[in-house]
């Protein structure tokens, strides 16, 4: 889709003809300072680009297999990759790592890799070796030199061209990153933090898979005093680590389910819950009942955005009354990459660009006759993996519950009636706090269209 179509649906958007109270942030610059003095960036290490390194020997030494696996897991973990994906294709294994969403190809390897390597990755996480025809779920806790243990969730799927692997690597140890550094803008930021204040009530994290979530939580989590509180949480599986906070892992397998673990948990005097995910009619209608009985309960949704999640509850079956007493805060997010600070290119938009940019967050804009926008470098440079993009930054929006927003999920409003009074309200939509972060260098337009299309 390109732009020009993008700007002729925004005029005819439902929800732009609402007047909007005048924020009280003052211009970009005004943002761009107290950004600038919040935001310190992603790890500055140099991530080493070489994705070459030469497997020696043949696919027949096992030698030379368990140097290959172990280059491929250091080299994933080099560039901080989430996932490994080792594929047999027709003519060849690809090997390639997901890192900051997005696919690095690592490795093209000949055919008689295949079942050597699947095999070495198989004893390696305890699976059966003999079993080529059925999927197989397993765990690898990865000794690193130095004694760090990196933990890694295998599941092998059989494809017509043989077994397929991917290799979750988890955060084992790693503490969530602070608040201040996942790209909040202070507009949303205030709201947050006057809800960590709450003393009982449901703040939700909703997304699609991969969209962080489950980060957001963790770093407001991380915002309480555990000696102060009890702080629990369920999950599945468990990524960060908290002191203080009682971390579970869940396992559906043997019927500890959210809704059960929940149960169990009510019973463990508990100040501050997390629920991993609220995918059940159980699991949503404890979750709401927990929040409205003294404690705060922090869950992810799986929904496309803020007012959509109001609906999602009411589908699930809760009670809207319920809903509203209970519904503190809900943050929709978006994943989008950081255009690299070391090769970003600045741009003058054309007319029809900033037409767009200035109609959406233009009284944010002092200077709009001298636009500048940021794109990635095309061949990026050696920081970025020639991408032009590293790291990732969250695009937000927060909607809080307001007497006008639960007399109309009372009235079960429709979610455009919902949009426009949560905007009314204050929430800055997505769009916004993404075209702002554009307007900020953090990331580019071309990026924030791929990552919310219209
Ligand atoms: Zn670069």
């Known amino acids: 889709m390109s732009l020009t179509d993008l700007v002729t649906k925004k005029s005819t958007d439902s929800t732009s003809a609402v007047q909007k109270p005048e924020k009280k942030w003052g211009t970009v610059d005004d943002l761009f300072r107290v950004w600038a003095s919040s935001a310190t960036g992603?790890?500055?290490?140099?991530?080493?680009?070489d994705l070459n390194i030469s497997s020696n020997g043949s696919a027949n030494d096992e030698t030379a297999i368990i140097t290959l696996v172990n280059d491929v897991f250091l080299n994933a973990f080099r560039h901080k990759s989430s996932d490994i994906h080792i594929e047999p294709r027709e003519k060849n294994v690809k090997i390639r790592f997901?890192?900051?969403g997005n696919f690095i190809s690592y490795k093209d390897l000949d055919l008689s890799y295949k079942n050597p390597l699947i095999a070495r990755i198989k004893i390696m996480s305890y699976l059966r070796i003999?079993?080529?025809?059925?999927?197989?779920?397993?765990?690898?806790?990865?000794?690193?030199?130095?004694?760090?243990?990196?933990?890694?969730?295998?599941?092998?799927?059989?494809?017509?061209?043989?077994?397929?692997?991917?290799?979750?690597?988890?955060?084992?140890?790693?503490?969530?990153?602070?608040?201040?550094?996942?790209?909040?803008?202070?507009?949303?930021?205030?709201?947050?933090?006057?809800?960590?204040?709450?003393?009982?009530?449901?703040i939700l994290a909703v997304g699609p898979t991969g969209s962080g979530k489950s980060t957001t939580l963790f770093s407001l989590?991380?915002?309480?005093?555990?000696?102060?509180?009890n702080i629990s949480t369920l999950e599945d599986p468990v990524e960060y680590r908290i002191p203080g906070v009682n971390h579970t892992q869940i396992n559906p397998?043997?019927?500890f389910s959210f809704a059960a673990g929940l149960r169990s948990l009510l019973r463990q005097d508990p100040d501050i819950i997390m629920v991993g995910e609220i995918r059940d009619e159980e699991t949503a209608k404890l979750a709401v009942e927990a929040s409205i009985t003294g404690h705060i309960v922090f869950s992810t949704i799986h929904t496309n955005s803020a007012v959509h999640t109001?609906?999602?509850?009411?589908?699930?079956?809760?009670?809207?009354?319920?809903?509203?007493?209970?519904?503190?805060?809900?943050?929709?997010?978006?994943?989008?990459?950081?255009?690299?600070a070391e090769c970003k290119v600045s741009y003058t938009p054309t007319d029809q660009v900033k037409e767009f940019v200035v109609g959406k967050v233009g009284k944010y804009i002092k200077d709009q006759e001298n636009l500048t926008l940021?794109?990635?470098?095309?061949?990026?440079?050696?920081?970025?993996?020639?991408?032009?993009?590293?790291?990732?930054?969250?695009?937000?929006?927060?909607?809080?519950?307001s007497?006008?927003?639960?007399?109309?999920?009372?009235?079960?409003?429709?979610?455009?009636?919902?949009?426009?009074?949560?905007?009314?309200?204050g929430m800055v939509p997505i769009k916004e706090d993404a075209i702002l972060k554009a307007v900020l260098g953090e990331t580019s337009i071309e990026e924030i269209l791929s990552v919310l299309g219209t």
């Open 42 to 49: 992603g790890p500055k290490d140099i991530i080493d680009s």
């Open 98 to 100: 997901r890192v900051d």
């Open 130 to 202: 003999d079993e080529h025809r059925l999927p197989q779920d397993g765990k690898i806790n990865y000794k690193m030199f130095g004694g760090k243990t990196i933990d890694m969730r295998v599941s092998i799927l059989p494809t017509i061209y043989g077994e397929k692997c991917v290799i979750r690597v988890l955060k084992k140890d790693e503490r969530p990153p602070e608040l201040k550094n996942l790209g909040i803008m202070p507009y949303n930021m205030v709201k947050l933090k006057a809800h960590l204040k709450d003393s009982f009530g449901m």
């Open 221 to 229: 989590l991380s915002q309480f005093d555990s000696e102060e509180k």
């Open 253 to 255: 397998a043997i019927k």
């Open 310 to 340: 109001i609906q999602r509850l009411v589908n699930l079956g809760v009670d809207p009354l319920l809903i509203t007493s209970s519904l503190r805060a809900i943050v929709s997010q978006r994943l989008a990459r950081k255009l690299c």
């Open 374 to 401: 940021y794109k990635a470098k095309e061949d990026g440079c050696d920081r970025c993996n020639h991408t032009g993009y590293r790291g990732r930054v969250g695009l937000y929006e927060v909607l809080e519950m």
């Open 403 to 425: 007497d006008k927003l639960e007399e109309l999920v009372l009235r079960n409003a429709s979610k455009t009636q919902l949009e426009i009074q949560a905007i009314w309200d």
